[in-house]
């Protein structure tokens, strides 16, 4: 029970980097008002691929990864709109 | 049985996806030259939180977790050095 509770956390800690991981790329976009070297296909596969992940996590009851990949789709999105409106 | 494979193949396909997604930014960044936008905090922080997933993925003997990590990694550390010759 303490091993799996252990388990859950380095999850839950492998998912919160990852995660957070956009949160820079977000803020340099936000400063430079600059994203045309980051492609779009990048964000939207993620996105994609990231629904799919959810569904999986779901199937498996998996709490840490529909969490994290909820996350990671939000700031995705984020980026996507910061890029479409750096871009016009 | 059979249930357990679609759900793998599932979490196959998202992690595929996902593994894919960083495919057109490796395409992008060796056409143009030029990766500026792309935070290295960025790539940096996925390779270290995706690192704690092959943990996670070997702890928990999940294939997919494992193998999508590894590919990701592979990708970002492809993206990483294109990055550090460019901005050269």
Partial sequence: MIEEFWVSILGSVAAAIVTASFVPQIIRGYRTKHL???????MITICIGMSLWIGYGIIKQDLVIIGANISTIALNVILLVLKVKYSK
């Fill in 36 to 42: 045309g070297d980051v492609s779009y296909l990048l």
